[in-house]
């Protein structure tokens, strides 16, 4: 068996140790005879899966009480769309800041339903950035304040959070969750897709602040009601009942090597690997100010498109794969999240040096 390493944005790769683990349990998990992907969503050994999972994200994420956690579908996309029917009903106002294509769709969508307002914006600089914000720009009764806290295609990261006062704080999480420790009670509401850290796609993890719920528009699809799912327990109708298993095998990994402060010291150095040899290599360069950048996606160019097309192609021959950079930004990016290993990078940074060489 070869196994690539594999760069990809998302779906992504996942910790070796939990395929395997999958591949054991497969035909008859724990001794019922059936495998996960079979049995009923409403049996006691499927509840304990589900009920498992959550306890252990609270655990690692240290989730207080007063947050519900929920287990949903539609990708992140479809919340783009949840927010503002759950919530966008006070004033009917919510500030969102663009810091990218997810950013700026959630914001489209946010105004069919309400104001929402662009506070602030980095399109300007091919979002290279996180725009520094001002307050006095921040509307006071909005019913909430949306961010998007990793830029998945752009290789940003909010260092520091905007300070919003008692306007709750929404935060799209999908490429760091569980990269590193993150204060839940800063946040009215986090969520994220499941499919770049946290198991295969088909998931969404909602947390939510309790007093927030049940304020949602009558017209709000019941799928899309935080607080139907809330109230059912994720289990308002058939889950993605594998792909939650996978999530509480992904979680018991995190937990058994060390939990999100050893994780942050991983990919940490992961990242410090990759950025420093951007910084004085001669041929690649981070597209990403500094101060932004992020511990999970990493974007970076040669000033030849030539020159990166035969990078990437190379780089798959040699099973480093999925290096090619968004369209809208060109180049490369490493995507580097919790479970590539640290020789999956040093693999690839040894590759830049070799090509650096040969072609200058
Ligand atoms: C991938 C991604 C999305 C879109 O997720 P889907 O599950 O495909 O809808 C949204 N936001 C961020 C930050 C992402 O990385």
Known sequence: MSRVYNFSAGPSMLPEEVLKQAAD????YHGCGQSVMEMSHRSKVYDDIIKGAEALLREIMNIPDNYKVLFLQGGASAQFSAIPLNFMNGSGKADYVITGQWAKKAFQEAQKYGEAKAVAS?????FSYIPKLDKS???PDADYFYICMNNTIYGTVYHELPDTGDVPLIADISSCFLSEPIDVTKFGMLYGGAQKNVAPA???IAIIREDLLGNARDITPTMLNYKIQADAESLYNTPPCYTIYICKLVLEWIKRTGGLEAMKERNEKKAKLLYDYLDESKMFRGTVVKEDRSLMNVPFVTDSEELNAKFVKEATEAG??????HRTVGGMRASIYNAMPYEGVEKL???MKEFEKNNS
Do not use: R
């Not at 349990?25 to 008859?28: A, I, N, Q, R």
């Open 349 to 351: 940074v040894n590759f």
């Open 320 to 325: 480093l794969v999925n290096l090619k950079g």
């Open 202 to 204: 088909g998931l969404v």
């Open 122 to 126: 980095s399109a300007d600089k091919t």
């Open 25 to 28: 349990e497969m035909l008859d």
């Open 137 to 139: 720009e921040f509307t």
